[in-house]
């Protein structure tokens, strides 16, 4: 089983500010991730799939990079709404996620 | 518009049998995948497995095989998730969601099924 690892498991920041989450992969994905954002009580949003393709209606602050076994998501002048769990999610082989980030308000 | 609806909140004894659904509308419902994700604050997301409407083709994580079923009713859009004998480590929300392969991302979630298992 690939072994999805996110940090860190919890950022500050304050709005304005950007962010930038971790996942790595125990062994190379190529580009077969994605990354979702869950907030309490909802089902997790698409917003990056092919490491680096925006979902459609996700705003360009949303990017992501990477590939092989290093992944970044990164999220320019955080807006109230972008406080949440993030995860991100491996397809090479099945499928696998990370524990999660959260991302908090400083 | 795309959407996933499943079935209400479960409360179930160990031993019980039980079957959660997710109707699919707004697209052409077998020409996409449904998976079917677990969440639970230990374990966090796992993806059980998912299936093809279009001809029944199912798979599942190795992790979930033979502890669960996955089925769908193309004649009423909807993706089934089954247990013949629940366990309290079952106790979970579960998510279907919407492929467009077996393996790639998932582009729309149901609204999450709550089954409790408990004595």
């Known amino acids: 089983e690939i072994v999805m690892t996110q940090s860190p498991a919890t950022l500050s920041v304050s709005p304005g500010e950007g962010a930038t989450l971790s996942c790595r992969a125990s062994q190379s994905i190529s580009s077969n991730l994605a990354w979702y954002q869950q907030k309490p009580g909802q089902a997790p949003r698409l917003l990056i799939h092919?490491?680096?393709a925006r979902a459609a209606d996700i705003p360009a602050r949303f990017s992501g990079s990477g590939s092989g076994t290093e992944f970044t998501l990164t999220i320019s002048s955080l807006q109230s709404e972008d406080f949440a769990v993030y995860f991100c999610q491996q397809y090479t082989s099945w499928s696998t996620f990370g524990q999660g980030t959260k991302l908090e308000i400083k | 518009e795309v959407q996933l609806v499943q079935s209400g909140a479960e409360v179930k004894k160990p031993g019980e049998s039980l079957k959660i659904s997710c109707k699919g509308s707004?697209?052409?419902?077998?020409?996409?995948?449904i998976a079917w994700v677990r969440q639970t604050p230990g374990k966090g997301l796992e993806w059980m497995g998912i299936i093809y409407p279009g001809d029944s083709d199912t798979r599942y994580s190795p992790s979930f095989q033979g502890q669960v079923t996955i089925s769908a009713d193309k004649s009423v859009s909807t993706a089934y998730l089954q247990w013949n004998s629940l366990r309290a480590s079952d106790t979970a929300m579960y998510y279907c969601?919407?492929?467009?392969?077996?393996?790639?991302?998932?582009?729309?979630w149901g609204q999450g099924s709550l089954v409790t298992v408990s004595s």
């Open positions: 092919g490491a680096s």
């Open positions: 969601a919407r492929q467009a392969s077996a393996t790639t991302s998932s582009s729309y």
């Open positions: 707004g697209y052409k419902f077998t020409n996409y995948w």
